[in-house]
């Protein structure tokens, strides 16, 4: 609900959030069902099967080459390593100089057992993973990591920001 939060303090800004059809769709009755901003643009798509620029094609709220802050929170693990790589390319030609992405990432994925087991029985494996000191090689040329840190639920997530470079 980040989105659905910030929008109506910063109406002069666009807010488009991105997020796989299933879970959308509850979300969008809910936001519907209170009000969904002007500025507010609800995209569906599985990033996993479709690339971010297809999703973004005729959304009204999506400025190719602007300055932008873009939030992946939990996405990245449901993602394979090429398709993380992958998305960081598509967000550096769609995005200006400047840009930033905050992201949580999965530090690991040998480790916590009866996480990954549980969520690959539930049709959510993990799919990929970056020790905070390989971000720069997981997310590809373009992209500068401004802060990041580790040690949430026992060294399972990490968090990043990165700025987006020439």
Not at 74 to 93: I, K, M, Q
Not at 133 to 138: I, K, N, R, S
Request: aromatic share 8%; glycine share 12%.
């Amino acid at each position: 609900t980040l989105c659905l939060r910030l929008a109506p303090r910063y109406p002069d800004a666009r807010f488009v959030e991105v997020d796989h059809p299933a879970t959308g769709a509850a979300k969008r009755l809910g936001i519907e069902s209170v009000g969904r901003p002007d500025n507010l643009h609800l995209v569906p798509a599985d990033l996993a099967a479709t690339s971010l620029s297809a999703a973004l094609q005729g959304c009204a709220g999506w400025e190719d080459g602007g300055q932008s802050v873009v939030v992946c929170e939990g996405l990245l693990y449901y993602l394979s390593r090429a398709t993380v790589r992958g998305l960081f390319d598509e967000l550096h030609e769609l995005t200006g100089p400047g840009s930033r992405v905050t992201f949580s990432h999965l530090t690991g994925l040998r480790q916590h057992g009866m996480a990954r087991l549980a969520l690959e029985l539930s049709g959510e494996p993990w799919l990929s993973a970056s020790r905070v000191d390989q971000l720069p090689p997981y997310l590809g040329p373009g992209w500068q990591v401004l802060a990041s840190a580790g040690g949430r639920w026992r060294d399972l997530e990490g968090f990043a920001v990165v700025e987006r470079s020439g």
